[in-house]
């Protein structure tokens, strides 16, 4: 009797962009075409979601702060588990996997089990965010470097964010919106000036996106005074004036001394 073997599986850790399924790379979306299992973020939008063939069955792995509905070490063995079972698993993150998306942490996890495993970079959300802002991260006259880094990865006293905003730099903050007075403190301590320009872009690349404007200074008190919500960035530096955003100051004369700033 002829025997049939199993084809291997293979695991895919996938970007989807920051929201915009327009975004989505051809090659992400072809994957998700294929797929047999598709393990999805909650940061994935739902026009990205909404791709996906209604026979691909799915797993959401979605996080919020402190909450998680599936911790890293099951996310980690649920790949591999079903890759080994002879599966195309698309793992689907949000933006890009390698950029606060924990995929290197799958990477490793599927080395060390022995899986095939291929990485599909996504946009992400510092890209698609500031370019719906028209905000440029580098500008030849503002800053020539350049930043990313999280707000509540581990304690804000822990790391170290010297010399990443100031004059010449722009500093990209993921993940910031519950610590952004603290935020705010951290970087005036360090020497940031208080009226360096802040954009604040909540639920970048959708139909409901917000750019706001402010001064580092009142960056904790736009947040709550305008009800920022997740999913949002933070982005700090002379750039930031250049952004087509709302300025939402809550002190007298800070709009005009934003549109000052040259």
Not at 84 to 107: C, M, N, S, T, Y
Not at 165 to 189: N, P, Q
Not at 198 to 219: C, F, M, P, Q, S
Request: charged share 25%.
């Amino acid at each position: 009797m002829e025997k049939h073997l199993q084809s291997p599986g293979k695991l895919w850790l996938v970007g989807a962009g920051p929201g915009d399924p327009d975004l989505l790379t051809l090659r992400a979306a072809r994957l998700l075409e294929s797929a047999d299992l598709v393990v999805h973020d909650g940061l994935v939008g739902e026009g990205v979601l909404a791709l996906i063939p209604r026979h691909v069955a799915r797993v959401s792995v979605a996080k919020q702060r402190s909450r998680h509905t599936m911790k890293q070490e099951l996310i980690n063995e649920l790949l591999v588990r079903e890759t080994r079972a002879g599966k195309q698993v698309v793992r689907l993150k949000g933006g890009d996997p390698f950029i606060f998306g924990r995929g290197g942490e799958e990477l490793d996890a599927a080395r060390e089990a022995g899986i095939a495993c291929e990485v599909v970079p996504g946009i992400t959300a510092a890209a698609g965010c500031a370019a719906q802002a028209g905000l440029p991260l580098t500008h030849r006259e503002d800053a020539s470097a350049v930043s990313f880094v999280a707000g509540q990865c581990k304690d804000l006293t822990d790391q170290d964010w010297s010399g990443l905003a100031g004059h010449g730099r722009t500093l990209v903050i993921y993940m910031g919106l519950a610590t952004a007075s603290a935020i705010a403190d951290k970087l005036i301590a360090d020497g940031v000036s208080p009226d360096l320009p802040v954009a604040v872009v909540e639920r970048g690349t959708t139909a409901y996106a917000r750019v706001l404007r402010t001064l580092l200074t009142d960056l904790g008190d736009l947040v709550a005074r305008e009800r920022v919500a997740s999913p949002a960035l933070i982005i700090v530096g002379k750039v930031a004036a250049r952004a087509d955003a709302l300025d939402c100051l809550g002190a007298p004369g800070v709009a005009e001394h934003i549109r000052g700033i040259s």
